[in-house]
């Protein structure tokens, strides 16, 4: 079991706990002692300038969400292993929290909505996990659903972005990306942009990089951590919102946890359209040969369409490739 240090330890509340730097640091220790760093890709844009691209995509369950979850879980007293563990998410945070409690013997239940895509839904299952659906067309609340079954079971809420560990957890990927850098760059990144669903990645990675701009981008009409950005206060997305490819994006709004990290650095977010996630889709596989679903590439897509500038030591996280194959086919095969 990993021993955790004296000051955030696993007896500290998810409620009274804020993530810390220190916390990211001992985050990407657990990591480096579990797997292989992700590669840095360089990427030459169609405008000009270089833009370098770690690929989380290439992670053991597809997404960066493995290093939240393994933060998390591995910080778990023996009692609250023994209790298991509760999940809500549409599929990549699912992934790593099945993957780290399998390697843990944790038992873990993960709450998905019914049209999440196949390929997420049989990845978690095979992983191990009780998958309970929730019906997110219909309206229905995936975090109600979670609180019942925790209230019921006693297991612990390993929440997909509105948990400190969590948070800590992902913000490692910015500090294998900033030595990374430091060896092929010439330097550390000056700015950094992430796809962004409820903020966990964008608020860990400006916890771990707090040199540079960190730029969260969100799909068109989901982008609800930019418009709260803006007017100081968390905003919702709108039940109206459109639909959207990028299913790892859309959470209803983003948690104080995230929003505090995310506004005491005042980081600005921005949108992209469906096609220009596409065109960016499509960019990362003939370029640099990897599968990046529409989530994943957000960032990437941001670059391509000029709404980010690229310095020679901007970095993007490629931040998953679970998508399924007949819906990525379909992508690569047609333009626009």
Known sequence: MTNPSPDIGPSTSVATRAPTRAGVLRAAEKMAQLLPQTPLLPLELPN???????????????????????????????????????????????????????????????????????????????????????????????????????????????????????????????????????????????????????????????????????????????????????????????????PTACDALQTPATFPINFAVLSARGLRGLSVTEAEVRAAQRYAFSKLRLVVEPGGAAGLAALLAGKVAADGRTAVLLSGGNVDPAAFAQVIAHHG
Request: aromatic share 4%; net charge negative.
């Open 48 to 242: 000009g300038g270089t833009v370098w691209c770690k690929a989380e995509c290439l992670q053991p369950v597809g997404a960066f969400k493995i290093r939240g979850a393994w933060h998390r879980l591995s910080d778990l007293t023996d009692d609250e292993r023994s209790r298991g563990v509760i999940a809500v998410s549409s599929g990549n945070h699912a992934q790593g929290v099945a993957w780290a409690a399998r390697r843990l013997g944790i038992a873990a239940r993960i709450v998905m909505p019914n049209d999440a895509p196949q390929v997420k839904l049989a990845a978690t299952r095979e992983l191990g996990a009780d998958v309970v659906l929730y019906d997110r067309p219909g309206g229905e609340d995936r975090d109600a659903v979670a609180a019942t079954l925790v209230a019921q079971s006693g297991a612990t809420l390993v929440h997909a972005f509105g948990d400190p560990w969590v948070i800590e957890g992902q913000g490692s990927a910015g500090i294998e990306l900033a030595a990374q850098m430091e060896c092929f760059a010439d330097g550390g990144p000056t700015r950094v942009v992430t796809p962004c669903g409820g903020g966990g990645l964008a608020a860990g990675l400006a916890l771990a990089l707090p040199d540079a701009e960190i730029v969260p981008v969100e799909p068109d009409g989901w982008d609800d951590v930019a418009r709260s950005l803006v007017s100081g206060a968390i905003q919702r997305v709108p039940r109206d919102a459109p």
